[in-house]
Every structure is written in structure tokens, then in C-alpha cells.
């Protein structure tokens, strides 16, 4: 497996003291790269109001996140899929109950270099050139020249639904270069022009080409109503019923104030 790139983000905020140190509680938060930038943005805001809260934040992947919950080793779980089977099962065992929280909803948009003259890629021309069927650009209305194919590694949320949705059972291309992050696949892409990937909504940006999929563009209301063919919730999962800081923080998430921060993210409000 190739070897993950963890972002680490670590806020730590003190309360002032009025003839002693202030209580401080905190919150350890694992997992998704593609939930990291709402969780960054939501603890600045949550920060302003709960000065006293420490936080520690990676983004390290989903499997990775729910791992550390299934441990013990974190309070939220942010994830870009839902918790598998087995994983909950494991769980179980170890007497953890993992409670998942959507948060937010986005689209998986395939990416490509903005000279690149494509538009739109069916789910089966997707799935074909993830599998290494197809690749040429000139069989899909573009140049001449080979396809890079990028994906993300096994480890991420975004790589399993792209597996569910697009690849429905047939194995990832090989040669395809694996990317430990939305990021990383935006900067791969953006300075290749025969290059393809796939990212969240939320990283979408002009150094890119996102493409439509079966002629339908990914933005928050075909998200929402799940018209565009990739889309997801994003989660937080909680170690049980959360409670504290944890619950506060959950709450914080789903008021209007933390949906604000989901769209502002670039992300998909629940509502």
C-alpha cells in the first residue's frame, strides 16, 4: 500500500484565567482528507465560541479515522463513506458503538486538465478508463495521446464510493498513479494535461476542469437530490451516543451555523 500522507492540524486555544488556569476540554478528530477542510473551518468558528477547547485534527483517510474510533484513540470519526459491515462488527467486540452523523453532502467530480477538450463521461466510459479499457483520449472526444489515470488510495472514503458507484466490481487500473489526498489529485491534474481524477466538490477550483457525468453537472442541487450519479454523505461518527464536548460540538455541526461553514467549504448543506 502506498504510504498515506497525513495532514495534521493542531489547534490549541487556552481561556484566560481569573486566579488560575481555566478548565479546557478537548476533542481528538481522525479520518477523511475530504471532510479535513469543513472540520478546519468549523473549529475556528466553534473556537470563538468555546475558547477553553483544545482540538487535534488529522486527516488521514475515512478506513483510517474509523479505525482510531473502533480504538479508542479519537472522539469524532470524520468519514466520506458510511461504516462497512465488518468494521462494525469489530466494534462491537471492542464494546464501541459507532454513531454516524451526516453533516454534509457532496458530489465526486471527475477532473481533468482544463485544456483537455472533453465535457462530459458517461458512468460506463468512467468505468472504462478506470479499468484500463479505454486508453485514449480520441475514444472518449479527445486528442490523440494516452490517458493518465489517477486515483486515490484504498484507504480513502472517496476510493471506495468511487469503487461502488463507477466501478461496480471491476478492479482499478494497475497503472493508475495512487494520490493520498483531494489535494494531491488536484495538483497532479492541474499540471498534466492528459491526466484524470477524481476529488469532493469542495476542491474543485479553477486549476482544474471538473466534467459532467451523463450530462449532468455536480452542484449543491443535484447533489442534494442525488440527480448527479456520484454523489455521498459526509460523517462524523461518534464512539456511542456522544456527550460533553463531543455533543456540543455535533450540535454545533448541525445548526444553521455549521451548515453556513459546510457551504462556505464548497460542501453541500443538509438542508
Not at 464501541?96 to 454534509?104: D, E, K, L
Given at each position: 500500500?502506498?504510504?498515506?500522507?497525513?495532514?495534521?492540524?493542531?489547534?490549541?486555544?487556552?481561556?484566560?484565567?481569573?486566579g488560575?488556569?481555566?478548565?479546557?476540554?478537548?476533542?481528538?478528530?481522525?479520518?477523511?482528507?475530504?471532510?479535513?477542510?469543513i472540520?478546519?473551518?468549523?473549529?475556528?468558528?466553534?473556537?470563538q465560541?468555546?475558547?477553553?477547547?483544545?482540538?487535534?485534527l488529522?486527516?488521514?483517510?475515512?478506513?483510517?479515522g474509523?479505525?482510531?474510533?473502533?480504538?479508542?484513540?479519537?472522539?469524532?470519526?470524520?468519514s466520506?463513506?458510511?461504516?462497512?459491515l465488518?468494521?462494525?462488527?469489530?466494534?462491537?467486540?471492542?464494546?464501541?458503538?459507532?454513531?454516524?452523523?451526516?453533516?454534509?453532502?457532496?458530489?465526486?467530480?471527475?477532473?481533468?486538465?482544463?485544456?483537455?477538450?472533453?465535457?462530459?463521461?458517461?458512468?460506463?466510459?468512467?468505468?472504462?478508463?478506470?479499468?484500463?479499457?479505454?486508453?485514449?483520449w480520441?475514444d472518449?472526444?479527445?486528442p490523440?495521446?494516452?490517458?493518465?489515470?489517477?486515483?486515490?488510495?484504498?484507504?480513502?472514503?472517496?476510493?471506495?464510493?468511487?469503487?461502488?458507484?463507477?466501478?461496480?466490481?471491476?478492479?482499478?487500473t494497475?497503472?493508475?498513479q495512487?494520490?493520498?489526498?483531494?489535494?494531491?489529485?488536484?495538483?497532479?491534474?492541474?499540471?498534466?494535461?492528459?491526466?484524470?481524477?477524481?476529488?469532493?466538490i469542495?476542491y474543485?477550483?479553477?486549476?482544474?476542469?471538473?466534467?459532467?457525468?451523463?450530462?449532468?453537472?455536480?452542484?449543491?442541487?443535484?447533489?442534494?437530490?442525488?440527480?448527479?450519479?456520484?454523489?455521498?454523505?459526509?460523517?462524523?461518527?461518534?464512539?456511542?451516543?456522544?456527550?460533553g464536548?463531543?455533543?456540543?460540538?455535533?450540535?454545533f455541526?448541525?445548526?444553521?451555523?455549521?451548515?453556513?461553514?459546510?457551504?462556505?467549504?464548497?460542501?453541500?448543506?443538509?438542508?
Amino acid at each position: 500500500m502506498k504510504k498515506l500522507v497525513s495532514l495534521l492540524i493542531l489547534v490549541v486555544l487556552f481561556g484566560m484565567g481569573f486566579g488560575g488556569a481555566a478548565w479546557a476540554a478537548g476533542l481528538t478528530m481522525k479520518g477523511s482528507t475530504t471532510v479535513l477542510p469543513i472540520a478546519q473551518a468549523a473549529i475556528e468558528s466553534y473556537a470563538q465560541l468555546y475558547p477553553n477547547t483544545e482540538f487535534s485534527l488529522t486527516g488521514e483517510g475515512s478506513g483510517n479515522g474509523i479505525k482510531a474510533l473502533i480504538d479508542g484513540t479519537c472522539d469524532i470519526a470524520n468519514s466520506s463513506r458510511f461504516i462497512k459491515l465488518e468494521e462494525a462488527k469489530l466494534a462491537f467486540e471492542k464494546g464501541a458503538y459507532p454513531v454516524p452523523f451526516g453533516i454534509a453532502i457532496d458530489a465526486i467530480v471527475p477532473i481533468i486538465h482544463p485544456k483537455n477538450p472533453v465535457n462530459n463521461l458517461t458512468l460506463q466510459q468512467l468505468k472504462d478508463i478506470y479499468s484500463g479499457k479505454i486508453t485514449n483520449w480520441e475514444d472518449v472526444g479527445g486528442p490523440d495521446k494516452r490517458i493518465a489515470v489517477i486515483t486515490r488510495d484504498t484507504s480513502s472514503g472517496t476510493y471506495e464510493v468511487w469503487e461502488e458507484k463507477v466501478m461496480k466490481g471491476e478492479r482499478i487500473t494497475p497503472r493508475a498513479q495512487v494520490m493520498a489526498s483531494n489535494g494531491a489529485i488536484v495538483q497532479a491534474v492541474s499540471t498534466n494535461e492528459l491526466a484524470i481524477g477524481y476529488i469532493g466538490i469542495g476542491y474543485l477550483n479553477s486549476s482544474v476542469k471538473g466534467i459532467t457525468v451523463e450530462n449532468i453537472e455536480a452542484k449543491p442541487e443535484t447533489a442534494r437530490t442525488g440527480e448527479f450519479p456520484i454523489s455521498r454523505y459526509l460523517f462524523m461518527f461518534t464512539r456511542g451516543w456522544p456527550t460533553g464536548e463531543t455533543m456540543r460540538f455535533i450540535n454545533f455541526m448541525l445548526s444553521d451555523e455549521g451548515q453556513r461553514i459546510v457551504s462556505e467549504t464548497g460542501f453541500v448543506s443538509i438542508r
